[in-house]
């Protein structure tokens, strides 16, 4: 999944509808900070191996309500706050640039691995996903924060609307994940599209042109099926490539969807008057 520079004006363009983006108003990624790609860390890598831990960042472990432990990391403080769910066949390591950035606007985040990627464990049943993301969810709100939304990436994406249907956060965001993974995911059947009607939270769907694994026209289809009030589709051109590369733009800045997902996410996190 290979990119190319992007111009800043054709992405915001098709972004303004969910954010004023901007070519110079958000924090590039700092030389440290680039994301690894395709093929980055192993699933054995440690927490502390990832990049080196931002600001307010701590490894964490977790347990699952069905006794499975899982490795991590929170970044950031606050209330309002996301868990970030990782792309097949890596870890959370791809989230560590995203979660600095999210922190820096407001956003506590939690990434972390799902059941047997990365440090966590690997029960002999497997079990599902939505008991990783339903511990993610717990675990921030032991530490104080009140509203939280799913952000997944690829599988992730997927994983994120499945989790969505039975655990209802705050909002749910979908960067190029499948309708229904099975085919794609050994071990791992996130069926996005049956569990989307039962989906209420505010949803970003998100995908370029072009995306091997899923199309615009399946993104779309998914959308509709989601029973949420506010509910959008971006379609972004072919070289904004697939999952979480979408949010990190070139080696010097971030993407204008990097600061666009940031605003939906804080728009229905952040507490307000009248809302909690």
Do not use: Q
């Amino acid at each position: 999944m290979t990119r190319r520079a992007t111009k800043c004006g054709v992405w915001v363009a098709m972004l303004a509808a969910v954010a004023s983006a901007g070519c110079g108003n958000h924090t590039p990624p700092a030389a440290h900070e680039r994301p690894p790609r395709v093929g980055g860390v192993g699933p054995s890598t440690a927490v502390h191996r990832c990049n080196e831990p931002g600001e307010r960042s701590h490894a964490i472990r977790f347990r699952t309500r069905d006794g499975v432990t899982l490795t991590g990391a929170v970044v950031g403080s606050g209330p309002a706050a996301a868990v970030l769910i990782h792309e097949y066949p890596l870890d959370h390591c791809g989230w560590w640039p995203y979660a600095r950035y999210l922190a820096r606007h407001g956003v506590r985040a939690l990434l972390f691995d799902l059941r047997c990627f990365g440090g966590s464990a690997c029960p002999t049943g497997r079990g599902h996903a939505t008991a990783d993301v339903a511990a993610a969810m717990a675990e921030l709100r032991r530490r104080g924060s009140r509203r939280i939304a799913l952000v997944g990436a690829s599988m992730g994406g997927a994983i994120a609307v499945v989790a969505a249907a039975e655990l209802h956060p705050a909002a749910v965001v979908n960067l190029s994940g499948e309708p229904d993974t099975a085919a794609l995911t050994p071990g791992i059947n996130a069926n996005a599209r049956a569990a989307a009607p039962r989906v209420t939270a505010p949803a970003l769907f998100v995908v370029a042109r072009g995306d091997r694994y899923v199309s615009a026209a399946d993104m779309r289809s998914l959308a509709r099926r989601v029973r949420s009030p506010s509910n959008r589709v971006i379609v972004l051109p072919a070289e904004a490539g697939h999952g979480w590369n979408m949010l990190y733009g070139t080696a010097t800045e971030w993407s204008p969807l990097a600061r666009s997902v940031a605003t939906f996410v804080r728009r229905h996190t952040v507490i307000t008057r009248g809302r909690s």
